[in-house]
């Protein structure tokens, strides 16, 4: 059962019209990661909307919980959900984003309201999580800790660096979730490197392993609630989000050729009438 | 005082401090024993980790901390440091400007008999070129305590330099550290001799001998490498007109590369430099190595000397040109 009441149609209409403003931002300037944020939508509407403590007029209070974007270059759908959330102004993103002289650099910057963490290297995320989660044993707070990661990211080494010392450390208010698309810049994740078994291989580094649908709330809302209830277990928690890279634009779907280019006017054009019949 | 390694200096110094401040949390990649951060887990294990032998993770952890406020060293060899973890630390310390100190011992040749894949003689290099990030290197077991003190009370991402070897102790209690500020710890006219670290010490040794010769030389300790003391190596062309720059690093990129550019294009004066000439290091004695690549005394002396020749031969060419 769900603990507080969210209105998901309502969060649906905020997917759908995200997707558009992700292929229209990065249209514009032409650059830009738009397959893997079409992924992450409803997984940062439901973060925002749904589950974590933050103060929009304080975005540095204490007892917030942090998210770290691994995957840095998944700006466009990460500042969209923040503005959506309330930290900034959805008109200066959509004017600032990777332009000069704005903050809203083309990784994930702390310069933007609510982004706590500088990356843009795959693979170092993780590890401030852990740092940040350690944090809270010395602060005496009781703050949670979500990194998200890439599928693809996961074939660096220092991600099981890391998942080695955040069970060995039982940092259980520690979340990763995977954002497996199944896609990387140059073709399948599987094909290239595969990272399967994922279950056997978190499980055998000592984490609490939740594998969902990535793009339904129900069960996104679910997998979050497992793990804060399983804090006090000491295993730190991957949520494992099936999903599809390019998400609701048919010819994008499964492409990698979309994860680090921005559609042309005439793909754009015939991608938002896709979305705009979606239901 | 006996001659000691400069990472004792660091090791001993981190436990006082951890008793003056809370927000000290200390890491190694399990060489805590060799780094001298032990003398910290001993006192304080809720604030130390041994993350194992996973560098990258450590520096990305610490990061992580020290955003949340805390004043975080992480502890390795040089090598293992900055090379392993360069990429964590180029993003996660020095583009969040994040308030991480790295501290590495076993810096240059005179790791000794580990030979080439322990001695660090690139670590200068590509520390100092990152943003943000500040480079220092204790000239003995005294200035390491000093400069642990002054980077732990000072923001921000900090590289300090740490031996295995020990160094001859040439400062006193009483001498104060002063970041960005070079020492002169001799004066002359003839010739200025910069140099960090161990090579100070030889370079002191070279400048008695010059003596000898009639030549005065000002030696200067130079344990902020970034940002180094631009005044005071102005000062120097301008006062004797040839500067000679020795380092325990690669001639490529390190302190002598740096005060080359200053200099060319504030005050151009004939230059020396003693460095590793872009080889990799070897096995054997401390001091056998210095003497292998030239970092010793004697050769400090030679090149000294034809340093003042070109001098010499430059004012007379100046002469005649006029």
Redesign the interface.
């Known amino acids: 059962m769900l603990k507080t009441k969210v209105d998901i149609s309502y969060l649906k209409k905020l997917a759908r019209e995200m997707r558009k403003k992700i292929l229209i931002m990065t249209h514009e300037v032409n650059s830009g990661h738009p397959g893997g944020s079409m992924s992450l939508v409803e997984i940062m509407l439901s973060l925002y909307f749904y589950k974590i403590k933050y103060d929009t007029t304080n975005p540095l209070w204490d007892e917030r919980d942090r998210v770290i974007i691994s995957k840095g270059h998944a700006t466009p759908v990460v500042y969209l959900t923040l503005a959506k959330a309330g930290f900034f102004d959805e008109n200066d993103l959509m004017k600032g984003f990777r332009r000069f002289g704005s903050v809203f650099q083309g990784h994930v910057y702390t310069g933007v309201p609510g982004i706590e963490f500088n990356t843009g290297s795959l693979g170092q995320g993780l590890s401030a999580g852990i740092g940040i989660a350690l944090s809270s044993r010395y602060k005496k707070k009781d703050f949670n800790v979500y990194v998200i990661l890439g599928d693809g990211e996961i074939q660096e080494g220092s991600i099981w660096e890391a998942a080695m010392f955040a069970s060995h450390h039982k940092i259980d208010n520690l979340c990763a979730i995977i954002d497996y698309n199944k896609i990387q810049e140059n073709g399948f994740v599987n094909e290239i490197l595969s990272i399967e078994p994922l279950k056997d291989r978190w499980e055998s580094f000592g984490w609490n392993y939740i594998e969902i649908d990535g793009h339904n709330f129900e069960q996104i809302f679910e997998a979050l609630d497992a793990f804060t209830s399983s804090k006090g277990q000491g295993k730190p928690t991957v949520i494992v989000a099936n999903t599809i890279k390019g998400k609701g634009v048919s010819f994008m779907e499964y492409n990698h050729t979309y994860h680090g280019r921005a559609l042309n006017k005439e793909e754009l054009e015939k991608a938002l009438q896709e979305l705009e019949g979606e239901k | 005082m006996q001659p000691k390694p400069t990472r004792d200096g660091f090791g001993e110094e981190l436990v006082s401090l951890g008793y003056e401040n809370e927000k000290i ?1 200390v890491f190694s990649a399990d060489l805590e024993d060799s780094v001298r951060s032990e003398y910290f887990k001993f006192k304080f294990p809720e ?1 130390f ?1 041994n ?2 032998i ?1 560098e ?2 450590m ?12 004043i ?1 060293f992480v502890t390795s060899f040089a090598v293992f440091l900055t090379n392993r973890a360069y ?2 630390i ?3 310390v020095c ?2 400007n994040f308030n991480v100190k790295l501290c590495a011992s076993h810096a240059g040749v005179t790791v000794g008999e580990d030979g080439a894949t322990a001695q660090s003689l690139e670590d200068i290099a590509i520390m100092a070129v990152l943003p943000n990030m500040r480079v220092v290197c204790p000239v003995d077991y005294l200035e390491a305590k000093k400069i642990t003190r002054f980077i732990t009370n000072e923001y921000g991402p900090f590289y300090m330099r740490l031996s295995r070897a020990p160094y001859p102790i040439i400062t006193s209690e009483t001498d104060k550290f002063e970041f960005g500020k070079g020492k002169i710890f001799m004066e002359g006219e003839d010739l200025t001799i910069i140099s960090y670290g161990i090579t100070v010490s030889e370079s002191l040794k070279a400048a008695e001998e010059l003596k000898k010769d009639g030549i005065s030389a000002r030696v200067i300790n130079m344990s902020t490498i970034k940002p180094f003391d631009e005044q005071l190596v102005l000062d120097s062309a301008e006062k004797t007109g040839a500067i000679l720059v020795v380092e325990e690093h690669e001639i490529t990129n390190g302190l002598g590369s740096m005060i080359a550019r200053f200099l060319s294009t504030k005050k151009p004066v004939p230059m020396e430099f003693i460095a590793v000439n872009d080889v990799f290091g070897v096995s054997g004695k401390p001091y056998e190595l210095l003497e292998h690549f030239g970092l010793d005394y004697k050769n400090i002396y030679n090149v000294s000397k034809k340093l003042l020749k070109r001098k010499k031969s430059n004012s007379s060419h100046k002469k005649n040109n006029q």
């Open positions: 949390i604030r980790y993350v194992g996973a990258q993770n520096v990305g952890i610490a990061a992580g901390l020290a955003k949340e406020g805390f975080t990429d964590f180029r993003i996660s583009y969040n």
